[in-house]
């Protein structure tokens, strides 16, 4: 459910490394409540993209608005009010390893929003039950399932209550019997109105959560549209082959 006010605009991101164009000229608009799925080759610029937008990753050229405010790349407070609104999931996890999972959700609750270790704890404790880790909270990131780390690293997200989350294939480094938990909690979160753009090849993500689904390739935007409009019974198009495969590809594992 949108509410069709923007609370994201990028504008004409263009971003290169070592002379190679990664991202050309890409144009994404995300309102209140949207998700949006970007699907695509590898190499496509997906994951540039999100980076952009968080500003982990800085823009060569281009605009990002959050709430109709621009950014300032070159501004340390307005990369700071960015990634604050701005959550994170990676491929990796990116877990502190010497940390627990309740400490790897509290160390940003504590550094950087300055809250006291017994407030911190009371909050990543709720968002470790809110992920279905509640008993988990002791255990360092060695101990845990591959999914479980996954979702330590979404509570951990949600703990410093972002208006936005950016998801980069948050399933693809999963054995396939673990993905399923994932998926149920990022579509937990999709029933409670959180606001997302998800980089996945997982096609049940695709056809069931994307209010919008955008078609990456070679560093540009070359299709988008509704799931309604692209993956329609009949179409030819670059989104429905893709997917056409994806779903070849998930039958022939099961």
Same mark, same amino acid.
């Given at each position: 459910m949108t509410s069709n006010t923007p609370i994201l605009k990028a504008q004409a991101i263009q971003k290169s490394f070592d002379g190679n164009t990664i991202l050309n000229g890409v144009d994404v608009v995300l309102e209140k409540g949207e998700i949006? &799925?970007?699907?695509?080759?590898?190499? =496509? =610029?997906? !994951?540039?993209?999100?980076?952009?937008?968080?500003?982990?990753?800085i823009p060569d050229d281009g605009q990002i608005e959050l709430e109709q405010q621009p950014?300032?790349? !070159?501004?340390?407070? #307005?990369?700071?009010?960015?990634?604050?609104? &701005?959550?994170?999931? @990676?491929?990796?996890?990116?877990?502190? #390893?010497?940390?627990?999972?309740?400490?790897?959700?509290?160390?940003?609750?504590?550094k950087v929003k300055k809250?006291?270790?017994?407030?911190?704890e009371k909050r990543a404790r709720l968002e470790l039950e809110q992920v279905g880790l509640g008993e988990k909270g002791d255990l360092y990131p060695a101990q845990l399932s591959g999914g479980q780390k996954q979702r330590v690293a979404i509570a951990r997200a949600l703990a410093m209550d972002p208006k936005i989350l950016l998801l980069d294939e948050p399933t693809s480094?999963?054995?396939?019997?673990? $993905?399923?938990? &994932? $998926? !149920? &909690? $990022?579509?937990?979160?999709?029933?409670?109105?959180?606001t997302m753009i998800m980089a996945t090849h997982q096609i049940s993500l695709i056809s069931t959560l994307a209010d919008h689904i955008l078609f990456m390739e070679n560093g540009q935007i070359v299709e988008s549209g509704t799931?309604? /409009?692209?993956?329609?019974?009949?179409?030819?198009?670059?989104?429905?082959? @893709?997917?056409?495969?994806?779903? /070849?590809?998930?039958?022939?594992?099961?």
């Open positions: 949006i &799925v970007l699907i695509g080759p590898s190499g =496509g =610029g997906k !994951s540039t993209l999100l980076q952009c937008i968080n500003c982990l990753v950014i300032d790349f !070159s501004n340390k407070q #307005d990369l700071y009010r960015l990634r604050q609104q &701005v959550g994170m999931i @990676f491929q990796e996890f990116n877990l502190f #390893d010497h940390l627990t999972a309740l400490d790897n959700i509290t160390i940003a609750l504590r809250l006291d270790r017994n407030t911190a480094a999963l054995d396939p019997d673990l $993905i399923g938990e &994932v $998926i !149920s &909690v $990022i579509k937990n979160l999709a029933a409670k109105g959180m799931p309604k /409009e692209l993956l329609a019974k009949g179409n030819v198009n670059k989104t429905q082959g @893709f997917c056409d495969r994806l779903n /070849e590809l998930a039958t022939g594992e099961q």
